[in-house]
């Protein structure tokens, strides 16, 4: 749909117009064109049901990204769209269970096609074979909960949510669980998860890349604790190499929607879904080759640190372990 059209069908009174192109990314985290484009795709949520507001659907969709990634208060918000700051409560949720409810449109596993292609990207910089994704977690702030209070801390001392995610070659999100509190271990989240069910029985194909908080699986590859081979040394280097791009994605993720960055202050549940909405519209702005936001973030969650968890102390499978040494054998 051509930009002057958008503008035309979705009439605005607090999305200024007369903002240059960075401007209005660094304020909208998209550009305009794609910011539309999300209008039109969520339209008929925001302007039908009892939770809808007499605010054109620009207005509430400015309104939600501005927060999810800006950071803003919802009285900051309140005041520069003229509105109540129930209202801007009420548009953001609106905002964000219209894009939960689009989720498996955007974020979905690799067909075949799909899937070869990806492992081919994979193999060709990194020598690792028939690759489909790098499985990490990453906390979320949370403010305390009202219940299961303790269950929400973290290792590092605060309250989050434990965010499991996959993503492929091209950072893209093909997987997140975003339900676990922060005492959860990576290991937990990713072995109750449908997803682990699916690659354990075969109805879904791939390989995954994991650090050691993981169970080594024959659908999943980690580093080996100790090298005794160049040929080991090599596969852990790759692998290694490889994990980087997870770490990456994590940044720019947080880096579009710093609300994932700060203490998110909402109840777990609608963290969880802020959660999957963010990574809803990383893959639109990946979907629509949107540049890369440049916004400072630390990434002070991942930097490659590695802790121990539940499935550091577990023995994997014969099979497991027989898949890792073919692999090491033929590729390294």
């Known amino acids: ?42 339209a008929p949520d925001l302007t039908h049901g009892r939770h809808t507001t007499d605010l054109p659907v620009a207005d509430q969709v400015a309104i ?10 919802q009285s900051d918000s309140a005041r520069i ?33 799909e ?16 690759i489909t994704g790098i499985i990490d977690g990453t906390h979320c702030r949370i403010q305390k909960p009202k219940y299961a209070e303790r269950d929400y801390i973290c290792r590092k001392g605060y309250h989050s949510l434990n965010v499991g995610i996959v993503v492929d070659y091209d950072m893209k999100i093909r997987w997140v669980c975003a339900k676990w509190p922060g005492s959860a271990h990576d290991s937990r989240v990713f072995k109750t998860s449908l997803l682990y069910e699916q690659l354990k029985r075969g109805e879904v194909k791939g390989v995954l890349i994991g650090d050691s908080a993981y169970a080594a699986e024959t659908f ?15 596969y852990n280097r790759a692998i290694c190499s490889a994990r980087v791009l997870v770490e990456q994605a994590f940044g720019i993720l947080k880096r579009q929607f710093h609300i994932l960055h700060a203490e998110c202050r909402y109840s777990p549940a609608k963290v969880a879904r802020i959660i999957v909405a963010c990574c809803v519209l990383r ?4 979907n629509r080759n949107e540049p890369t936001d440049s916004d400072d973030y630390t990434g002070e969650d991942q930097q490659g640190e590695e802790v121990p968890s539940e499935a550091s102390h577990e023995v994997p499978e014969r099979s497991a372990i027989s898949f890792r040494d073919d692999l090491i054998s033929r590729y390294f």
């Open 115 to 130: 899937g070869l292609n990806i492992s081919n990207s994979f193999y060709q910089k990194y020598g690792l074979p028939g």
């Open 1 to 42: 749909m051509e930009e002057s059209l958008c503008l035309e069908r979705f009439e605005t009174e607090h999305v200024p117009t007369r903002l240059s192109d960075v401007e209005f990314r660094k304020d909208y985290r998209f550009s305009r064109h794609v910011f539309f484009e999300i209008c039109e795709m969520v």
């Open 64 to 73: 939600a990204i501005h927060l999810l990634g800006r950071n803003v208060m």
């Open 81 to 113: 769209a003229g509105c109540h700051q129930s209202t801007v409560s009420r548009v953001l949720m609106a905002f964000v269970n219209a894009i939960n409810r689009r989720a498996a449109r955007f974020i979905n596993w690799p067909d075949e096609r």
């Open 283 to 286: 893959n639109i702005a990946i």
């Open 220 to 234: 999943l590859l980690k580093p080996l604790n100790t090298t005794r081979t160049r040929q080991e040394e090599r």
